[in-house]
Every structure is written in C-alpha cells, then in structure tokens.
C-alpha cells in the first residue's frame, strides 16, 4: 500500500510562481523552508539501471539530481559502470519500502515520476550513488532542494577518486558552461555559442566542470562515463 503524506503549499509559491523562479525559492526560504511537495511510501518492484526504478503501483522513478550510465536492456550491454550502478541500486532498493520525496516537478518529459529516494535509515539514495563515483550530478532547475547536498556527496567521490573519477587524467581545453542549465559543452558546439555571455562560464578542465555541479551537454558533450577521455 502506497502512503502519501501532503506537504502544505505555501502561499508566497502560489502567489508569487509567475514572477520567476529565483524569486520562488527565496521566498521558499523566507518562508520558513516550506517545501512545495509531497512524500510518500512505496514499495519498490524492479530495478531498470542505476537511477531509475520500477514501483509495485506501476510507476517507473527517475532519481533527480544524478545520472548513472546507460544500460542497453536489448543487447545487454552497458557504458562503463552501468551495471556496477545498477547493482548497488539493486543492493540497497530490491523488495524494500522507500520513501519518495519531490521536489518542484513531479514528472519527466517521458511521464516518470522524479523523486530523491530515501531508505528506511535515512540515508538517499541518490546521494549514495554519488559517493559511490558510479553517477554524477545532473542538477536542473527549478529541482534544487538538496544541490548542496549532492553536489558534496560527488565532490567526496572525486577526491577519493572512486568509480569513474579513479584514475583522472585530462589535458587542458575549453569548455564552455551554462549557469542557466548547469551543463558544459565542448567550445567548438553550436549549443555553446547561443549562451548569452551573461550565462557563459569557461573551464579549461573538465574535473574543473564537474567539480562545479556542471554536466556534460547532450548535443555535444565530452565522453561518458570516462570523462577524461
């Protein structure tokens, strides 16, 4: 059985949503961190990849903040670390009652329910799976509540050099950042060159990138998982 716990909505968010998102979450601050969300319980059923699951009710759950590698179900394939992430999502979540907690958003653009997954210690998921070096942080707004948070959690894989951030080795570039979207590019992409200069940010390393809470662009974006490559 799913159990839903509403978390009051307050009303600076309703009131004053429309004028721009910086100044909704100020006043989420203001006001006493209210959170505009819900939580619930729910038990998990299926474990697809390394941030992404299957509930009993028939929802699939994307983690918000991370990203792990990618898993190609069909050919039983996967990009470097994809099924170690998976493995220790399996570890922590098979058959157990997590609870979900939202943030601004509540579904992707595919219809998944976007969550931060908490176990029964306390401990999330998504956090765990940053320390663990096996995803990185994939921060978008206006999903922010716990950027600090995973962004340290991800710092601490980095400087322990576990996962996919054993081993760093990079030479010099130029990679061109996006404040708006948090992500960088390559700076010979076409997607770097429409960034107002207001939002542009340079990094000559990609570790510089990442250590920032950037992530690498879809369009044109360094090699994952081995980001030194």
């Known amino acids: 059985m799913t159990r839903k716990r509403k978390c009051p909505v307050p009303r600076a968010w309703i009131a004053f949503n429309s004028a721009g ?3 909704v ?7 006493g961190g209210a959170k505009p969300c819900a939580a619930e319980s729910a038990r998990v059923k299926y474990i697809n990849d390394g941030d992404t699951i299957l509930l009993a009710d028939g929802r699939s759950v994307r983690y918000l903040g991370v990203n792990a590698p990618e898993i190609d179900h069909t050919r039983q394939t996967a990009q470097p670390f994809g099924f ?8 922590l979540l098979s058959g157990h ?15 998944r329910t976007l969550a931060y997954v908490f176990l029964r210690d306390g401990s999330m998921v998504n956090e765990r799976l940053l320390r663990s070096g ?4 994939l921060l978008k707004l206006p999903n922010v509540k716990y950027e600090t ?10 400087q322990a050099q576990r996962g996919m951030w054993k081993d760093w080795r990079e030479y010099s570039g130029r990679y061109i950042g996006n404040r708006n979207s948090r992500r960088f590019h390559l700076a010979d992409c076409p997607e770097a060159k429409r960034i107002a200069p207001r ?26 998982p081995n980001p030194a490559d």
Not at 25 to 31: A, E, K, Q, R, S
Not at 97 to 111: A, H, P, Q
Not at 199 to 222: H, L, M, T
Request: charged share 25%; net charge negative.
């Open 199 to 224: 939002n542009r940010i340079v990094f000559s390393k990609k570790w510089d990138a990442f250590w920032d809470g950037y992530s690498p662009s879809r369009e044109c974006q360094p090699n994952f």
């Open 149 to 158: 948070r995973l962004l340290a959690a991800q710092r601490a894989a980095m």
């Open 25 to 31: 979450v100020l006043l989420g601050i203001i006001f």
């Open 84 to 91: 170690e992430a998976r493995a220790l999502n399996a570890d």
């Open 134 to 137: 096996l995803a990185f942080c």
């Open 97 to 111: 009652t997590v609870r979900l907690e939202y943030d601004v958003e509540r579904l992707d653009d595919y219809g």
């Open 21 to 23: 998102l910086v100044l």
